[in-house]
């Protein structure tokens, strides 16, 4: 029997052109693809690490509640940051969602993202346990 995939959108419309979606669940297996700190077509908080990495992380923390789990169920976190001197600011936003969760994380200087203003993007695993 195949296992149902639920889906939440990114509202983006490059979505169905390059095929993704912001977060994919199948059975207790949560993916959330890479997410920046873009609303409304617009880059938060340009120049802003901290600021855009809690954009980022609340509208990660969104698709994991539409997808029926929460932050607790995080167990890996990929950050892509621009400059990397900017992890300290990074990492602070990161262990206010995550400091009682405990996930394996990495972060890595990437040489660009797909918006110049854009300074950090976030990819999150989770594994449902309820």
Excluded at 60 to 85: C, F, H, M, P
Excluded at 97 to 111: A, G, I, K, Q
Aim: aromatic letters at 6%; proline letters at 4%.
């Amino acid at each position: 029997m195949k296992t149902e995939r639920k889906r939440v959108s990114t509202g983006a419309p490059w979505e169905p052109i390059v095929g993704y979606c912001r977060a994919i669940r199948v059975g207790d297996v949560v993916e959330v693809s890479g997410t920046t700190a873009m609303q409304d077509g617009k880059v938060v908080a340009p120049g802003d690490a901290y600021r855009q990495t809690i954009h980022i992380l609340e509208t990660i923390k969104g698709a994991l509640n539409q997808l029926g789990v929460g932050i607790e169920d995080v167990v890996r976190t990929r950050t892509y940051v621009t400059d990397i001197s900017q992890w300290e600011s990074v990492g602070r936003a990161h262990g206010e969602y995550f400091r009682d969760v405990l996930p394996v994380s990495s972060m890595v200087e990437v040489r660009a993202l797909i918006d110049p203003e854009l300074l950090v993007e976030i990819e999150v695993s989770a594994i449902a346990t309820h």
